[in-house]
């Protein structure tokens, strides 16, 4: 079995037809629904934080751990938060500060000397949600970074064998959004024992439109 690019631009033609028009831009989702694949043992648990080719299309908000001149770069760079030693030190045991972080924040990075007290504090929280930062030496470009980052996506199946990630928004064109789609499929079939024999059903889905199912070539 394969997915071809071609069904996945009727697809797509299906999802603007079909999609209501709203006066905001849509995200566009993947959703992925796996086969005979037990997510009960933990070597079969998928946990991927993807690149794409292109940006999502809507702001990703990207907080940065540093300090000194990191910090200064990070913010100049257009970092969304940034948050150094003393004022992560100040949020030990402030549960609410902590999640509220967790939540406005899409992406995470963190320099390397400030890993160990960023795991102290955000570790329960930020791990399970898939969010634990990326960490760089503090000499390291973060304006690349953070450009890296607001093309990140993060992927999971844990408990039910469905994955799901935002791979774009409807302004976006047909190429750059099946570009994205794409790479995430290339990363999951990569991490699946039989590939694309692993997907059950594939589908695209805008913000306020129904789910379109996308055709998978038998081989």
């Known amino acids: 079995m394969s997915v071809e690019r071609k069904h996945l631009k009727e697809a797509l033609k299906e999802l603007r037809e079909r999609t209501p028009k709203r006066n905001f831009n849509q995200s566009i989702e993947l959703i992925i629904n796996l086969q005979d694949v037990d997510l009960k043992k933990p070597e079969n648990r998928i946990q991927e934080t993807i690149e794409l080719p292109h940006p999502l299309g809507k702001k990703v908000s990207v907080c940065v751990f540093?300090?000194?001149?990191?910090?200064l770069r990070a913010r100049r760079a257009g970092a969304d938060m940034v948050l150094e030693?003393?004022?992560?030190?100040?949020?030990?045991?402030?549960?609410?500060k902590q999640r509220q972080i967790a939540n406005k924040a899409d992406s995470f990075i963190a320099t390397a000397?400030?890993?160990?007290?960023?795991?102290?504090?955000?570790?329960?929280?930020?791990?399970?949600?898939?969010?634990?930062?990326?960490?760089?030496p503090p000499t390291a470009n973060i304006e690349g970074?953070?450009?890296?980052?607001?093309?990140?996506?993060?992927?999971?199946?844990?408990?039910?064998?469905?994955?799901?990630?935002?791979?774009g928004t409807e302004d976006m064109s047909d190429d750059d959004i099946i570009d994205n789609v794409e790479a995430v499929l290339r990363r999951i079939e990569g991490k699946l024992k039989r590939g694309i024999k692993n997907v059950s059903s594939l589908y695209i889905k805008a913000t306020m439109g129904p789910p379109i199912k996308v055709k998978i070539k038998e081989d």
């Open 145 to 167: 970074e953070i450009e890296r980052h607001k093309k990140l996506v993060s992927v999971r199946a844990r408990g039910q064998p469905v994955l799901s990630c935002r791979v």
């Open 66 to 71: 540093a300090s000194g001149d990191a910090a």
């Open 113 to 136: 000397p400030l890993m160990p007290i960023v795991g102290r504090v955000f570790g329960a929280i930020l791990g399970p949600r898939g969010k634990m930062p990326t960490p760089i």
């Open 85 to 96: 030693r003393e004022e992560i030190e100040s949020l030990v045991g402030d549960k609410k």
